[in-house]
């Protein structure tokens, strides 16, 4: 079983969503774990906009609570996908050598926006971003 870890700015709403999509539709081939740069939110629930867009794709987000990065974590996931390529340049400076061949872009070759801020919209429009980037993940 593959170990992939989500990470965003502070576990709040891209990798916590990101992780659940990615665990709902590789069940049987991925573990998953998300976590944040920052613990600003540590211990809190994902935040509220992102739990309405993850319930209108069928999908539960209540039970996350938010989980500052260690270590620790980098070591144990096969592959360390960043929500954006800021939070990829920080897991470079902090990833040891044995890292940093596992770390990529949750997308690829793009970010995925932060909607914090903003409207339901952009969380409801991040949310589908997330999912379909899925395909990239899962064999």
Same mark, same amino acid.
């Given at each position: ?5 989500? *990470? ?5 709403? $891209? ?15 991925? +573990? !998953?774990?998300? /976590? ?8 809190? @629930?994902?935040? +509220?906009? #992102? &739990?309405?867009?993850? $319930? ?15 270590? +620790? #974590? ?9 929500? %954006?390529?800021?939070?990829? %340049?920080?897991?470079?400076?902090? /990833?040891? %050598?044995? *890292? ?11 970010? *995925? @926006?932060? @909607? ?11 949310? !589908?971003? &997330? +999912? ?8």
């Amino acid at each position: 079983m593959r170990k992939v870890l989500t *990470v965003c700015l502070g576990n709040y709403c $891209r990798s916590p969503f990101a992780a659940l999509v990615l665990a709902h539709r590789g069940a049987a081939e991925l +573990e !998953v774990r998300s /976590a944040g740069l920052i613990g600003k939110w540590e211990g809190e @629930p994902a935040n +509220e906009s #992102m &739990i309405v867009a993850a $319930r209108r794709l069928g999908l539960d987000l209540t039970a996350h609570r938010a989980r500052q990065l260690t270590l +620790e #974590m980098l070591d144990w996931a096969d592959s360390v996908l960043a929500m %954006d390529a800021s939070v990829l %340049d920080v897991l470079r400076q902090i /990833a040891d %050598d044995d *890292v940093q061949p596992k770390l990529t872009l949750y997308l690829g070759d793009s970010d *995925v @926006p932060d @909607p914090m801020g903003k409207d339901q919209d952009a969380f409801n429009a991040c949310a !589908v971003l &997330i +999912e379909a980037g899925t395909a990239l993940h899962i064999r």
